[in-house]
């Protein structure tokens, strides 16, 4: 049951079953209308940086492409290993869609928007992370273990390696998805604020399911409910 927030924080998107809901964050309402979308059941979501697009990883055989304004499916991509994707992102000039999954052997892919073909396969190691650079030529991979791997998007070839010192470079070239917020969440039930436990979230309200957006967190529940958290380290201290 994946959850995740849009570039700008206004929209949120579950899934649940074969439905998928998309929340403004504002007036807790769901977008574009009422109605749960219909889809295949979900492992993964990720929109677009122009918020035009919402991309699912099914979990049978496919990626799908949807239309965050009306709902509808635009597109829909194969992969026989989309249930065990743990990272999808577009690139931010929304024409690329980059996927890792570790099922088998671990691999990228990059999909073009544009000509709805595959583009690029190539075997990185195993993926913590991964984000496009500002100019959607290069891609970012957060091995575990510390080092980041830069590939070209276009020759789809490794570009170098840079060591976990480096963090500076990485953060003025590459937008991570979780490297703005100082707020976290642990398996005991912790949200944490630069990794100090802050906020514990009793066990029937525990998420099967979390993602984080600044100082605001969505946690989906076992049973598919989602609630929102807008922190404030200070307050909650005091």
């Known amino acids: 049951m994946p959850i995740a927030f849009s570039p700008d924080s206004k929209l949120l998107a579950s899934s649940s079953g074969r439905h998928i809901q998309l929340w403004s964050t504002a007036t807790s309402t769901l977008q574009p209308n009422p109605e749960a979308i219909r889809s295949k059941p979900s492992v993964f979501l990720a929109f677009s940086f122009d918020l035009e697009l919402l991309a699912s990883a099914c979990g049978g055989d496919e990626i ?3 239309s965050t304004t009306t709902g509808v499916l635009t597109q829909t991509f194969p992969d026989d290993f989309a249930g065990s994707i743990t990272a999808m992102v577009f690139s931010p000039d929304s024409t690329l869609l980059a996927w890792y ?3 088998l052997y671990p691999k990228i892919k990059i999909w073009s928007i544009v000509s709805n073909r595959l583009q690029h396969v190539f075997k990185p190691g195993h993926v913590a992370s991964m984000a496009f ?17 830069i590939w070209s998007a276009v020759t789809g070839r490794q570009q170098g390696v840079l060591e976990y010192n480096n963090d500076d470079i990485i953060s003025s070239m590459f937008t991570f998805s979780n ?4 707020y976290g969440y642990d398996d005991r039930g912790w949200i944490t604020f630069r990794r100090n436990r802050l906020l514990w979230i009793p066990k029937d309200f ?10 605001t967190i969505a946690i989906q529940s076992y049973s598919g409910t989602v609630v929102g958290l807008g922190l404030n380290a200070g307050n909650l201290a005091s």
Request: proline share 5%; charged share 20%; hydrophobic share 20%.
């Open 133 to 149: 650079s500002h100019d959607s030529k290069l891609l970012a991979l957060r091995l575990y273990g510390g080092e980041t791997h």
């Open 206 to 215: 525990q998420p099967s399911r979390y993602t984080i957006s600044g100082s």
């Open 64 to 66: 799908q492409i949807r």
């Open 179 to 182: 490297q703005e917020s100082d």
């Open 101 to 103: 999954s570790p099922y």
